[in-house]
């Protein structure tokens, strides 16, 4: 992996973006192989965050098919400028009321649903838009019973309330769950138990709502990890695209 070459021009820019993306590809379908999965299972989300259309565009053409962000106000003028392109577009930030209709106005999935307030939301918004908005539950490992996490997201023993919020709200499709390694709690540094945890309450998710299979965890640092745990997406953005800048 190097660092940004945006001074270097497209050209340089994409034979990075195409070296970085190999790199991973033979990352994931190694920890595929080494649990016995199909590569076929896993799905690359590439987190695009304050990174330019440019690139967006750029990973497009050499065969990415979802993008994610984690600010509204980077990612609606980044998906307005890539509306021609065949990508699925998934918000993986903390999420505040204020900004739920402009993210329902371009994004295919929102992964980070951690709230009954941000359900409901989320569902007028959706059916003002008449659009369908996929939705992951956000677990948090490092919350306590009623709590939310450092980074947003339920607490496990709320999963059941939420997902059934989410199935019962019109313009809502409840796909399954999503989970950032903890930093804080039982499971700090324990990257494969955190993942494993959360495959256990997915299975408990799928008991009521069998169609809720996906499963995102794992970013650059622990995408094995959590591929061998049984993610079925994995969100990787600086093994793609290079040391993020400063933000100013």
């Known amino acids: 992996m190097t660092d940004r070459t945006q001074d270097a021009g497209p050209s340089a820019r994409k034979d990075e973006l195409a070296s970085n993306l190999a790199r991973v590809e033979e990352r994931i379908s190694s920890a595929c192989a080494a649990v016995g999965r199909a590569r076929e299972e896993v799905t690359l989300i590439v987190v695009t965050k304050t990174y330019p259309a440019s690139d967006v565009r750029m990973l497009a053409e050499l065969g990415v098919r979802h993008v994610a962000e984690n600010r509204d106000q980077d990612a609606a003028p980044k998906a307005e400028l890539s509306a021609d392109l065949p990508l699925t577009w998934h918000f993986v930030g903390q999420l505040q009321t204020n900004k739920v209709r402009s993210v329902v106005g371009y994004a295919d999935e929102v992964q980070s649903v951690d709230r009954l307030k941000l359900v409901?939301?989320?569902s007028s918004a959706a059916v003002r838009a008449e659009r369908e908005?996929?939705?992951?539950?956000?677990?948090?490992?490092?919350?306590e019973s009623g709590e939310r996490g450092e980074r947003g997201g339920v607490s496990p023993d709320g999963v059941e309330?939420?997902?059934a919020a989410v199935a019962a709200a019109p313009g809502l499709r409840l796909d399954g769950l999503m989970t950032v390694a903890p930093l804080a709690g039982p499971y700090a540094g324990r990257q494969r138990a955190a993942f494993e945890r959360l495959m256990e309450i997915s299975s408990g998710l799928r008991t009521a709502h069998p169609a809720a299979t996906m499963v995102s965890a794992g970013m650059s640092a622990d995408l094995d990890e959590a591929v061998a745990a049984g993610a079925t997406h994995v969100r990787v953005g600086t093994a793609v695209l290079g040391v993020r800048p400063r933000l100013g």
């Open 161 to 163: 309330e939420l997902a």
């Open 120 to 122: 409901s939301s989320l």
């Open 133 to 143: 908005i996929g939705c992951l539950l956000q677990v948090a490992l490092d919350a």
